[in-house]
């Protein structure tokens, strides 16, 4: 089982302690058992929050590359007397 980030302590650690004020200012429950309620409503929040948060990209194994690059050869077909072409001399405009 992964350990969670920083990332996901600190927005579910939020998430509860804003969600909680919310919900008490909200509901303006004074009782323990509302109390006690919105807190559990606030952790399971909390929790979702932290859940959702992208955790660290996961580490796969490289693919195998050869240590030394493997020689390249390219060859270049030479030019046939078709394909080359005159220079072209135009005139200077006067």
């Known amino acids: 089982m992964p350990r969670p980030t920083v990332a996901q302590f600190a927005y579910g650690s939020c998430a509860v302690i804003l ?34 948060v992208p955790g660290p990209a996961s580490r796969r194994p490289a693919a195998a590359r050869p240590a030394t690059p493997l020689p390249v050869r390219a060859t270049v077909p030479s030019p046939s007397r078709e394909q080359v072409r005159e220079p072209v001399h135009e005139r200077a405009a006067s």
């Open 19 to 52: 969600s909680t004020l919310a919900l008490l200012l909200l509901s303006g429950t004074s009782s323990g058992a509302g109390v006690a309620a919105v807190a559990v409503v606030a952790l399971a929040l909390g929790l979702v929050v932290a859940v959702r």
